[in-house]
């Protein structure tokens, strides 16, 4: 099993940035990707990117894409989220999780769920 540990979340103003990074640790060498998720208060989870472990193709949601940039750092066993131009739409818990079934957007498909950074953009 994976495991993943968030962090780098915090309190910035409209058209800030924010890097998030998540660690992994575990079978990391057995998941093909890792995803971003996003929850804000009475919504359900949402998909933000996701990127394959060692080839570092990359998949973004609509509502991100051109402001949102995710890597990885294989040696630090770290996926990170760079994300540009933040809008008060973008508060909301971040997660992490990697995945065995491709890169794929569906929540359920993902596991090792780290507990969230909280990210919150205000206007």
């Known amino acids: 099993q994976v495991q993943l540990v968030e962090s780098g979340g915090g309190l910035v103003q409209a058209g800030d940035s924010l890097r998030l990074s998540c660690a992994a640790s575990?079978?990391?060498?057995?998941?093909?990707?890792v995803g971003w998720f996003r929850q804000a208060p009475g919504k359900e989870r949402e998909f933000v990117a996701a990127?394959?472990?060692?080839?570092?193709?990359?998949y973004y949601a609509d509502s991100v894409k051109g402001r949102f940039a995710i890597s990885r750092d294989n040696r630090k066993n770290t996926v990170y989220l760079q994300m540009n131009s933040l809008k008060p739409e973008d508060t909301a818990l971040y997660y992490c999780?990697?995945?065995?079934?491709?890169?794929?957007?569906?929540?359920?498909?993902?596991?090792?769920w780290g507990q969230g950074t909280q990210v919150t953009v205000s206007s």
């Open positions: 999780a990697g995945t065995y079934a491709g890169l794929v957007y569906r929540a359920s498909l993902y596991e090792g």
């Open positions: 575990g079978r990391t060498f057995s998941i093909y990707a």
């Open positions: 990127i394959t472990w060692s080839g570092g193709r990359t």
